[in-house]
């Protein structure tokens, strides 16, 4: 009988049977992650990744004239006095 599978599986079923192998059953995990990958430092390196929407709330929160007018353009689309359709 002659099986195929897939490289990947091979792959990630043998380092599944590493870390079976090397943990024992009582030792915790890092936030249930069996592999600890390491994260750049969010505190160091300047880099929003928030796209448009994160671009646009920074300009709310930064320019007090892009505020009122953004509040102006919301108070005058939201009165009732001014029916939609």
Excluded: C, I
Aim: proline share 7%; glycine share 8%.
């Amino acid at each position: 009988m002659k099986f195929s599978y897939d490289r990947k599986d091979l792959h990630s079923g043998r380092m599944a049977q590493d870390a079976l192998a090397e943990t024992p059953a009582n030792f915790g995990t890092m936030d249930s992650a069996p592999v600890v990958r390491p994260t750049r430092d969010l505190a160091k390196q300047n880099n929003r990744m928030a796209g448009q929407q994160g671009a646009r709330a920074l300009a709310l929160m930064n320019n007090p004239q892009e505020k009122e007018r953004t509040d102006g353009w919301m108070f005058t689309f939201n009165n009732p006095q001014f029916p939609v359709g």
